[in-house]
């Protein structure tokens, strides 16, 4: 059974760098064509994509996050993770990590303030 799971700090001060791991059980983020996102929803708002890593470790990013954001991995954790840099108040929200096969995390509530 494939399980994501999300960790990572849920209070982070502006201009500081959220960083949330992704821990994956039940397949190899190396497994071909395996694609793992992350994704975020603000207060209020709907869905908005982050980037993606593929299991190759090649990443892509939303244009309007991308000088901000950067995705890495730990094969040997099985866990990949999403560092947001200089961050504000808007981006407080809750950050999911995904894979193409409709599996996802719980979310983890992350809430950028002083």
């Known amino acids: 059974q494939v399980q994501l799971q999300e960790s990572g700090p849920d209070l982070v001060k502006p201009s500081q760098t959220l960083s949330l791991t992704c821990t994956v059980s039940g397949v190899s983020i190396t497994t071909n064509n395996m694609y793992w996102s992350w994704i975020r929803q603000p207060p209020g708002k709907g869905l908005e994509w982050i980037g993606i890593?593929?299991?190759?470790?090649?990443?892509a990013y939303s244009p309007s996050l991308e000088s901000r954001a950067s995705i890495s991995r730990d094969t040997s954790q099985n866990q990949f993770t999403l560092q947001l840099s200089s961050v504000t108040p808007e981006d407080t929200a809750v950050y999911y990590c995904?894979?193409?096969?409709?599996?996802w995390g719980q979310g983890a509530q992350v809430t950028v303030s002083s």
């Open positions: 995904l894979n193409n096969y409709h599996y």
């Open positions: 890593m593929q299991f190759t470790g090649k990443t």
